[in-house]
């Protein structure tokens, strides 16, 4: 059982930046993919990012790409995700998403093993 924590989230101005963070329980947390998904009221959960096992490749929903960056520390048994220039249409709650070994359909939340309570962020315009 992996347990999953996010934090980071808050109230921010368009156009400025947030860094969310999720620490996770257990210890060979190296062998998961991890993914950001978020989550707009009325809407269903959606991709954001996501990083392979061993961070050499990343992806990005197209509309998040070069504004949000994700990345995960392995000895810190973290995850992620800087977001800049944020937008109204950023407002939701985020979480994070561990799938042990990594799949191609990471934009998938049915690929995802274990999950995170979620944490606000709110644009203000």
């Known amino acids: 059982q992996v347990q999953l924590v996010e934090s980071g989230g808050g109230l921010v101005q368009a156009g400025g930046s947030v860094r969310l963070s999720c620490v996770a329980s257990?210890?060979?947390?190296?062998?998961?993919?991890l993914a950001w998904f978020r989550q707009a009221p009325g809407k269903e959960r959606a991709f954001v990012a996501a990083i392979t096992v061993d961070g050499t490749e990343k992806f990005y929903e197209d509309t998040v790409k070069g504004r949000f960056t994700v990345s995960r520390d392995n000895a810190k048994n973290t995850l992620y995700l800087e977001m800049n220039s944020l937008k109204s249409e950023d407002t939701a709650v985020y979480y994070c998403?561990?799938?042990?070994?990594?799949?191609?359909?990471?934009?998938?939340?049915?690929?995802?093993?274990?999950w995170g309570q979620g944490t606000q962020v709110t644009v203000s315009s």
């Open positions: 257990k210890d060979s947390f190296s062998g998961y993919a």
């Open positions: 998403a561990a799938d042990f070994g990594g799949s191609l359909r990471y934009r998938s939340p049915e690929e995802y093993d274990y």
